[in-house]
């Protein structure tokens, strides 16, 4: 695996859409961390990923172009994984790539026809480099399987690989088992007394808990469940 994947990546997307999940994978949740936000490392991971051809590490309102670029890819990941669409806020930023940079059409010394960022577009060049992988991805038909996970609190992008297409976590072992276990905790959850709240264990005949609301201590309120 290139140096720009995440080493903790289980389900990686082929190329060229691999580098599409790692760059919405600089943001890590279960961590808090993001690559896109000190300017050096930013730099470093841009570089190594082919994205970045300069020195000089990318300034603040460059960085924040990126940012935003990743969530709106992030949002298009989550509609793939059956979530709402990306609202229009989501995808301004990658419009501003769109309108910042022109891409260039080159004919290889093979005959090879490429569509690739003008090398002078820096620093939008790597950005229409993620988008131009986008596009070939939604016509080849593999786009639909590059997805968020369905951990709010994750997010995490994978590629689903799965025959069946349903792929919802970016690991049943931690994500999947978590969201269902909180599914569960949900369900389990003893009813709370309207008055004082506190939790009673549900029963079949209506009786008699010993309520402590202010004013009322030790009165016996009636509970139906
Ligand atoms: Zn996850």
Known sequence: MPSWVPSEETKPAPMPLLLV??????????????LLLDPA???DWLTQAGLWSTESAPDPAELHLARGAREGIRAMLVANSGGPPPAPGDLQPLQAVVQASRPALQVGPGGQVTLGPDPADQPGAGLLTLLLA??????????????ACGNPDCRWAFYDRSHSRAGAWCSMA????????RKL???HRLPEH?????????SAEPRMIRCSVAGRPGFGLRWHL
Do not use: E, H, M, Y
């Open 174 to 181: 931690t994500c999947g088992n978590r969201i269902k276990n």
């Open 134 to 147: 986008i596009r070939d991805a939604q016509r080849d038909g593999t786009w639909p399987r590059l997805k």
């Open 185 to 187: 905790r949900q369900r």
């Open 21 to 34: 999940q790692s760059f919405v994978n600089t943001w890590d949740g279960d961590r808090g961390s993001d």
């Open 41 to 43: 490392a930013a730099r």
């Open 194 to 202: 309207v008055a004082c709240g506190r939790r009673v264990r549900p």
